[in-house]
């Protein structure tokens, strides 16, 4: 969003002039940088480059010293880089992108610290519950994020765009005290919860080994169930990345969208990709516990999730220039896509519970590739056609197909039963053959 206010409006080079929405397409919006579309993307892509590297050495680190102290240093760390992120931009462009890269590195461990901490606070019923609860909170953090982000850019106050920034990178900080007081990596540790709840926990949730366990990489990486998740993960966070990244732009240049409206237009698919994760966590898991194949609703979840966003997209062409009615049928793709976003994490956790941080680490890996890849992947189809909404629809599309893809291999090769590797030898539970 931060961005769109800091660059001026992307002009197209192309002779064809015919654009469907060509006046409501001239934005006025004149920022500080003439970035041409391939810098802005790689200044997109810079983040995740390191995030996806560190992916698995963060996983390991939280299996390691622990999911609190992992999310800690995580937003620790990617707040301080947000704070001088500015400061950055205004000494120059690449000094801006090695701060991406390093605040790439730091919060990479983030989302395996929050799965290696709630294997131990979760019963393997409620788990796609806990995981939906857990992920949608950075997505309200987003729904809020964008208008807010908006509004402060706005502002003529330092051109309004490093407010965003200064705001959020403080209340990171705020969020890793709170954090440090009131969390604990263990139930049994907590003084605010209560006994009844602790004896719950101790009885249904995944035990911890006592002996440390050496990391079984050559079975990891041989696990076919782990590739599914990796590929259903891939296909999801293209698909969503496309909507969260990309959208502000797409409003902005291709419908004209005004950047304050734009801010409040873009958190209504998260909207409804909250409640859908909420909504489906919890059906799954009421689902799964009375209907006698959790591998059949984990695949049928996911195959929901993966195929109704496509039929909303095809929508989108014959809407126009309505950017309202546009939104509306985004928003209703989000609210299918809780359906497979919800399954994902949960699989990691049942099925690996000792080694749930590198096991996420390695999903996440492959899901961020898209980080790197979405830019470019929107650079494809809107290179020189950046206010014609006809090619911003083939891209559309086009991530909808690869999603419907990855869903339904996810769906063939899903499992719910850990392997015997998996699990602690003092774990008392059935394992799969």
């Known amino acids: ?40 993307s790689a200044i997109l892509s810079a983040f995740f480059y390191s995030y996806t590297i560190f992916m698995i050495p963060g996983g390991i680190l939280a299996d390691k010293i622990g999911g609190k102290t992992t999310m800690f240093y995580a937003t620790l760390g990617s707040s301080l880089f947000t704070l001088i992120t500015p400061l950055s931009v205004y000494i120059n462009v690449y000094v801006l992108i090695v701060v991406r ?8 461990p983030f989302y ?32 809020i994020s964008q208008p807010v982000t908006g509004y402060l850019s706005s502002f003529n106050i330092m051109h309004g765009w490093p407010l965003a920034f200064y705001v959020f990178g403080v209340l990171g900080l705020i969020w890793c005290i709170f954090w440090h007081f009131l969390v604990t990596e263990y139930p049994q540790e907590n003084p605010y919860v209560s006994e009844t709840e602790k004896k719950f ?30 590929i259903g993960q891939l296909g999801l966070s293209l698909y969503f990345d496309i909507i969260l990244s990309e959208m502000p732009t797409y409003l902005a ?39 006698p194949s959790k591998r059949l609703i984990r695949g049928l979840m996911m195959l929901v999730g993966s195929i109704i966003p496509l039929i909303f ?10 950017f309202v009615l546009v939104v509306l049928l985004i928003s209703a793709s989000m609210l299918s896509l809780g359906a497979a976003f919800s399954q994902l994490g949960a699989n990691i956790v049942e099925l690996f519970p000792l080694h749930t941080g590198i096991a996420y680490g390695i999903v996440n890996t492959a899901s961020n590739l898209q980080g790197i890849l979405a830019p470019y992947f929107v650079e494809l189809f809107t290179y020189h056609h ?12 086009t991530s909808s197909v690869i999603l419907i893809v990855c869903g339904i291999l996810f769906a063939v090769f899903v499992r719910v039963t850990p392997p015997k590797w998996a699990v602690a030898p003092n774990e008392n539970k059935q394992y799969a053959v």
């Not at 788990?127 to 857990?134: D, E, F, M, P, Q």
């Open 313 to 322: 997209n095809f929508l989108i062409e014959s809407a126009g220039c309505n």
């Open 101 to 108: 890269v390093l605040e790439g590195m730091l919060e990479a």
């Open 253 to 291: 240049n291709a419908l004209g969208v005004k950047i304050t409206t734009n801010g409040i237009l873009n958190a209504l698919p998260l909207i409804m990709l909250f409640i859908s994760l909420n909504l489906f966590g919890f059906l799954t898991d009421y689902i799964a516990n009375v209907f």
């Open 1 to 40: 969003m931060a961005i769109v206010k800091m660059t001026d409006s992307i002009e197209s080079n192309d002779s064809n002039t015919d654009y469907e929405c060509k006046i409501l397409s001239q934005s006025n919006n004149t920022g500080q940088y003439n970035w041409d579309q391939s810098l802005q």
């Open 201 to 230: 926990i101790k009885t249904f949730a995944v035990k911890p080994s006592i002996v440390p366990q050496p990391i079984p990489w050559l079975k990891l990486f041989t696990y076919i169930p782990l590739y599914a998740n990796c």
């Open 386 to 397: 950046i206010h014609d909404r006809r090619h911003w629809q083939h891209m559309f599309n």
């Open 112 to 143: 395996e610290g929050m799965m290696a901490i709630l294997r131990k606070w979760c019963a393997d019923f409620e788990v796609t519950a806990y995981i939906g609860i857990s992920i949608s909170g950075a997505f309200l953090g987003t729904i």
